[in-house]
C-alpha cells in the first residue's frame, strides 16, 4: 500500500470536519478551526505537527488509544523511558502505518505530521531513503503518542528503519526536537566513487570533510581520532568533556575565525532538512551551552572507505550536544541535544 503524499488537504478537512472544533475547545488549540477554511475569502491557519497530532489524537478509537497511547513518563519494559528512546530500526508499537490498523484519513494525517516536521524541499529526499529502506513511507513504521494534547506534556513519535522523530510543541523542556532522533539511508551499496550511490544524506559528510580540507597539520593531528566510538554513545558528558588522555578531536576553540565560520555553515547544512521551529531550539540550546566554542570536533580513520581520507564517520560535540555521523557502511545519524547536561535521555 501506498500512503499518498500529496492529496491529504482534503482527507484532512473531511476529518477535522467531524469534530475539529470540539477538539480545539477540549485542547486549547484555537487554531485549528481554521484549517476548516473551504470558503472564498477566508483564511486557513497553518497546521503545525502538533496541532495535527491533536487531531489525529482525537480520532483514535478506544481500541487504538489502548495499542499506542501511553502516560507521558511511560517506561516502556523493553525500550525504558519511551519519550527519550532512539534507536537505528525499532518499532515503538506494533501497528503499522501502512496497514489495516488506522483509517485513511488517520494515514493521511500522519503523513502530514511527518512532513511538518521536515522541510518541503527535503520531503523527495526523504522518500527516497523510506523507499529504499522500508518500501516507502509507512511500511515498517509505527506510531505512538505519550501524553495529552494540551496537557504541556505530550509527544508524537515516529519510528521504524533509520527514523526516529518526534514533534512535542516543547513539552520537553530544555530538549530540540523533543528528545533524541535519528535518521540514516542504506541504498544497498556504498561506493565513494559513485558519490556513495546517491544516499541522500551523503552531502551532510561532504560538508564536515570541507573543514578537514582547511586545517593545517597540527590542527589535522588534534582532530583525527583513530578508534570509533559506539555510534549510540551519545549520552551527554557535560562541561567536563572528554576523560583525561582519552582523544575526542579538535576543540573548536582551536579554529580560526574563518574556520569557525565555515563550520557554522556546516551547522547550517545538518539542521537543514528539518522545520524552522526545531532549526531554532536547536540553535538555542547550542548558544546555552557556549555555542560551538563549546564544542570539539573529531574526524575518525576507524571505517573508512576506501582509505582516501574522506572521512566517513565524525561527531561535533559540546557539554549537551552530539551529532554523530557513522557513514560505514551506509549512514546512521544519532542527535542528541539539549541546553544543559543535566538533562538525562535514554540515549
Not at 515503538?92 to 518541503?120: C, H, M, N, W
Not at 531554532?280 to 551551552?289: D, G, I, K, S, V
Request: hydrophobic share 40%; glycine share 10%.
Amino acid at each position: 500500500m501506498k500512503i499518498a503524499n500529496r492529496d491529504g488537504g482534503l482527507s484532512r478537512r473531511r476529518l477535522l470536519k467531524l469534530g475539529a472544533g470540539a477538539v480545539a475547545a477540549a485542547h486549547g488549540l484555537t487554531g485549528l478551526p481554521g484549517l476548516l477554511a473551504d470558503e472564498p475569502g477566508t483564511t486557513a491557519t497553518a497546521a503545525t505537527a502538533e496541532s495535527l497530532a491533536a487531531v489525529f489524537h482525537a480520532s483514535l478509537t478506544p481500541a487504538q488509544r489502548e495499542a499506542i497511547c501511553f502516560p507521558w513518563d511511560y517506561v516502556h519494559p523493553k525500550f525504558g523511558l519511551l519519550r527519550t528512546r532512539v534507536a537505528n530500526n525499532w518499532n515503538a508499537t506494533k501497528p503499522s502505518v501502512a496497514g489495516t490498523f488506522y483509517t485513511p484519513d488517520q494515514q493521511r494525517l500522519i503523513r502530514e505530521i511527518f512532513e511538518s516536521l521536515i522541510r518541503p524541499d527535503w520531503h523527495a529526499r526523504f522518500d527516497k531513503q523510506l523507499e529504499d529502506d522500508a518500501g516507502g513511507f509507512g511500511h515498517h513504521q509505527s506510531v505512538a503518542l505519550l501524553g495529552e494534547p494540551g496537557s504541556g506534556k505530550f509527544q508524537f513519535l515516529l519510528t521504524g528503519r533509520h527514523m526516529t522523530l518526534r514533534c512535542d510543541g516543547d513539552s520537553a523542556e530544555h530538549l530540540a526536537f523533543g528528545g533524541p532522533i535519528f535518521y540514516g539511508h542504506d541504498t544497498g551499496t556504498f561506493n565513494e566513487d559513485a558519490g556513495h550511490s546517491g544516499n541522500v544524506f551523503w552531502s551532510q559528510a561532504v560538508a564536515a570533510n570541507g573543514i578537514y580540507t582547511i586545517l593545517d597539520g597540527r590542527q589535522r593531528d588534534l582532530a583525527l581520532v583513530a578508534k570509533l566510538p559506539p555510534e549510540n554513545a551519545i549520552a551527554f558528558q557535560g562541561g567536563s568533556g572528554p576523560k583525561p588522555n582519552e582523544p575526542s578531536g579538535i576543540p573548536i576553540t582551536e579554529l580560526s575565525a574563518d574556520q569557525r565560520v565555515e563550520l557554522e555553515r556546516v551547522l547550517g547544512i545538518l539542521l537543514e532538512p528539518f522545520r524552522g521551529s526545531d532549526q531554532a531550539e536547536a540553535r538555542n540550546c547550542l548558544a546555552q551551552q557556549g555555542g560551538l566554542e563549546a564544542c570539539r570536533l573529531a574526524f575518525y580513520s576507524e571505517d573508512d572507505t576506501g582509505n582516501d581520507g574522506v572521512w566517513d564517520c565524525w561527531r561535533l560535540e559540546g557539554p549537551s550536544f552530539v551529532w554523530h555521523y557513522r557513514g560505514a557502511p551506509h549512514v546512521h545519524v544519532w542527535v542528541n541535544i539539549a541546553d544543559t547536561p543535566a538533562i538525562a535521555t535514554n540515549a
